[in-house]
């Protein structure tokens, strides 16, 4: 590529001619180039580095889609334990990668390794434009795609707001919904700032509580919703005079 290091795969490739008269005219072509040359600037080179196991003996699935959140789960039948990462295709174009690391109980009865093979992926703003998303879920590096895709889904930024939060600021994201009993709370917290998250039962019941102290990145909280609340939860966090709440119902 002009102005990198970069060679594409496939090269280099031999080639051997001889000259036997006057070369064919060129093709016609429906878009011939401008008269004046044209300077393109490439994009920086971007790597994927993956460390997937060798071999395509995966197993998984797409468990569903919404306007906050892409889940289900994946993992390599020859390795059990190995995380594998995956990547999001939105009409058929890659829009994201994660990691398939989240513990999850019901993977783990079902001998699925060490039960951490479950993802959890917001979908980017690109997304939330008001058209049809066809998504499907492919092991990075492969053409094996998990079983239960393409799911389609239409969203818009509205539907995005009143799926997560009172207060568009605060970036916060509560998942899987439904949930079988542990919950990962993602959230930004500002650099030197205090976040109060909170649960509590339908009843209004503070069952769970914790102070985060911000550094100015995202930052994950792994919580398991205790044996004696069913139905539902409700999680809140607060920086300041802001706000978040999310709903989750539980399945167990």
Known sequence: MVGTNYFLPGGPKNLTCANTGTPPPNPPVE????????????????????????????GGNLDG??????????????????????????????????????????????????????FNFLPPNSLLNGQNQSIKVRVVGTNYFLPGGPKNMTCTNSARLSAETVDESLAVMVYPNPSAGRLHIRLFVPEKQVATLRMTDLSGRLVWQQAVTGDGNYREEVVDVPEAVVQAVVVSAQVGNRKAVKKVLLNR
């Not at 878009?31 to 995966?58: H, L, S």
């Not at 174009?93 to 989240?102: C, N």
């Open 65 to 118: 889609v919404r306007c906050d959140n892409i889940w289900g789960w994946v993992f390599h039948k020859d390795y059990p334990n190995a995380p594998i990462t995956v990547e999001f295709l939105a009409n058929n174009v890659v829009v994201g990668t994660v990691t398939a690391a989240h513990f999850r109980q019901d993977l783990k009865n079902a001998k699925k390794g060490n039960g951490e093979h479950g």
């Open 31 to 58: 878009n011939p180039p401008p008269t004046d040359p044209v300077v393109v600037t490439p994009p920086p080179a971007q790597t994927v580095t993956t460390t997937n196991p060798p071999g395509t003996n995966y």
